[in-house]
């Protein structure tokens, strides 16, 4: 069975810093990672999309795959407290029409 | 370009109706995916249709069913209602269902069973 897994948290970093969350996966076929980011009460939202090793940077974030050892991170730069909310980590195997999504990390940035 | 447009928001049922929950995906997209999401279980795959066909199942009871018609719009129905089946209900579409695009949700409706 796919698995995602990602630390629930909370993880909590003060504004201006460096939130770096972490997903590991189990399938080894993955080809396609998605972070997205879900406020209480709302839907998630697409923030990246990565299908290399390497880094791939968008404004204040930045996702970093590594497939030879399973994980895919999301670091924020000059984290705000508009960044909190629950970020989901989904996880596509080559072979699959359907991304499974770990259970997500609740990230709150304090003034 | 609208989004993926869910409906109705909110809904409040007793036990042992029925309900039927509609999406209309980003124009253009072709697949449509469906998710229940509670607290206490995540994220956790209904179903997902491609052109008119149901083409990946999760492990729901069969009380939950849905269809896709011939312009992508979706819709999901729960018969026999139980109270665990409160949950936000969400609706995810992509461009193509074989590529490796994202999906990307709609606002979801919140399902209160009383």
């Known amino acids: 069975q796919k698995e995602v897994e990602q630390n629930s948290g909370p993880l909590s970093v003060p504004e201006g810093a460096i939130a770096s969350l972490n997903c590991t996966y189990s399938?080894?076929?993955?080809?396609?990672f998605f972070w997205y980011r879900q406020y209480s009460g709302k839907s998630p939202e697409l923030i990246m999309s990565?299908?290399?090793?390497g880094d791939k940077e968008d404004g204040r974030f930045t996702a970093q795959l590594n497939k030879a050892s399973q994980y895919v991170s999301l670091l924020i730069r000059d984290s705000q407290p508009s960044d909190s909310a629950t970020y989901l980590c989904a996880v596509k195997a080559g072979g699959s029409y359907i991304p499974t999504f770990g259970r997500g990390t609740s990230l709150i940035v304090h003034p | 370009k609208a989004g993926v447009t869910q409906t109705p928001r909110y809904l409040i049922k007793t036990r042992g109706q029925q309900v039927t929950l509609s999406c209309s995906p980003i124009s253009g997209h072709r697949s449509v995916s469906w998710y229940q999401q509670t607290p206490g279980q995540g994220l956790q795959f209904l179903f997902e249709?491609?052109?008119?066909?149901?083409?990946n199942k999760g492990n729901f009871p069969g009380r939950f069913s849905g269809r896709q018609f011939s312009n992508s719009r979706s819709e999901m129905n729960v018969s026999t209602l139980e109270l665990g089946d409160s949950a936000l209900y969400l609706c995810?579409?992509?461009?193509?269902?074989?590529?490796?695009?994202?999906?990307?949700f709609g606002d979801g409706t919140r399902l209160s069973i009383l």
């Open positions: 399938d080894r076929g993955s080809q396609s």
């Open positions: 995810a579409s992509r461009l193509d269902g074989g590529a490796n695009q994202p999906q990307h």
């Open positions: 990565i299908y290399s090793n």
């Open positions: 249709y491609f052109s008119e066909t149901q083409r």
